[in-house]
Nanobody
Framework: QVQLVESGGGLVQAGGSLRLSCAAS????????MGWFRQAPGKEREFVGG????????AHADSVKGRFTISRDNAENTVYLQMNSLKPEDTAVYYC?????????????????WGRGTQVTVSS
């Protein structure tokens, strides 16, 4: 069992930056592929980025490539999402998720454990 807690969300102006953190419980963090998803009101949850167990491989959605970067620190049981050049369309609740599958899945159905989310709001 894995418990995930997101933090770092907030209100920023377009063009600004935020770094989200996801703290995971347990001693087997390195055995999980990790992902970030986001969900805006009235819309389905969508993939943002994912990272392999060792951190050696990453995947990012086309909408955030070049702006967002996922990373992890297995010694700290933490995964990060660095968000730069934020746009109003990035506004959503951002969720951290974990799965034992690999390579990095990009669909919600393949992630088993989820955090409760952190709100990111980007003003125009």
């Amino acid at each position: 069992q894995v418990q995930l807690v997101e933090s770092g969300g907030g209100l920023v102006q377009a063009g600004g930056s935020l770094r989200l953190s996801c703290a995971a419980s347990g001693r087997t963090f390195s055995a999980y592929t990790m992902g970030w998803f986001r969900q805006a009101p009235g819309k389905e949850r969508e993939f943002v980025g994912g990272i392999s167990m060792s951190g050696g491989s990453t995947a990012h959605a086309d909408s955030v490539k070049g702006r967002f970067t996922i990373s992890r620190d297995n010694a700290e049981n933490t995964v990060y999402l660095q968000m730069n050049s934020l746009k109003p369309e990035d506004t959503a609740v951002y969720y951290c998720a974990a799965t034992r599958r690999f390579p990095v899945p990009t669909t919600t159905g393949e992630y088993v454990y989820w955090g409760r989310g952190t709100q990111v709001t980007v003003s125009s």
